[in-house]
């Protein structure tokens, strides 16, 4: 701040010691300030906003926690709006605007954010299959400039089953549907797997466009399934929204990969809690703040999951929800 002459009093001579003072300690702390290089970490949501910003809050309350207050780094936050055409231009607008890491939610948001850098360091939350997209090379040694939390685990497809078993007592046939994302072959061969050990028959639909929907749902309806298993993500609201007013409408037990899903009017999901997820990604950008290379930060599996009943949806499948399986939920829509 200039210092202003006439504010001195004339005849005060401590007022003007004071004053030069001053003076002197700024112009010796001046380029020490100047040269303080305050982290930039680029933030970048696929979805909305405003429906994902407890994603965000997470992720600044887990770097506050671990000493970073707001004056010691800058997040950076863009959305894409579920437009996933904007996520490239995001990634170079981060990069340009001097973001040092790249924070990411979802695989085609990690994509991008592999195009446009392979230096920068990159921390990735909800990534199915890291290593079947090519983001890593492996969960214990990751390589290259990205490493974070992956959303695949036995664990988790596993559940998902017996949670569809504890709805309809014998089981025996799911239809299970998915959309062509990288890393999808992997995550076929896992629900096939793990499905197969519960004496359970999977048969698999891809589909992405609205079409393909309308196509594998009329296949359903013609023929025998127990349930319905829905492996995609988020996908934007009018998607989600196609995906389950079908699987509603073929009064089939649907479960979802995403709690976005059953919050839409899904009957039921389980999924890993995407906002401790967040929360943990903050230890990744820690570290390597603290001179961690990513490459040697192992990928860490979901440690915190969630499951979701809409008890409006459950009357208009013919359903009754055991007792049980509500007790067993985080989440309870009514």
Known sequence: MPIRAK??????????????LGAAIALIAGPALAARKIPRIGFIGSGARKASQARLDAFRDGLDELGWAEDDLVVLDRWAEDRAERLPDIARELIDAGAQILVTGGTPATLAARSATATLPIVFVGVGDPIGAGIVTSPAQPGGNAT????????LIGKRFELLRALVPGLRRVAVIARNDPGLEQRLLDIRTIAGRRSIQVV???????????????????????????????????????????ANGARIPAIYAFSVFAAGGGLMSFAADETDEFHRAASFVDRILNGAPP??????????????????TAPALGL???????????????
């Open 320 to 334: 009754s929800i055991p007792h049980p399986l509500l007790a067993e939920a985080n989440a309870v829509i009514e």
């Open 148 to 155: 974070g939390l992956s959303l695949s685990s036995a664990e």
């Open 7 to 20: 504010r001195i009093v004339a005849g005060g001579r401590l007022r003007r010691r004071q004053v030069l």
């Open 204 to 246: 698999e639909f891809v589909a992405a466009t609205g079409r393909a929907l309308e196509l594998a749902f009329r296949w359903l309806s013609s023929d025998r399934y127990d349930a319905l298993y829905v492996a995609s993500g988020p996908l934007g609201p009018a998607k989600r929204a196609e995906i389950i007013a079908l």
């Open 295 to 312: 490459a040697a930060l192992p990928i860490e599996p979901p440690t915190r999951f969630e499951l979701a009943i809409n008890l409006k």
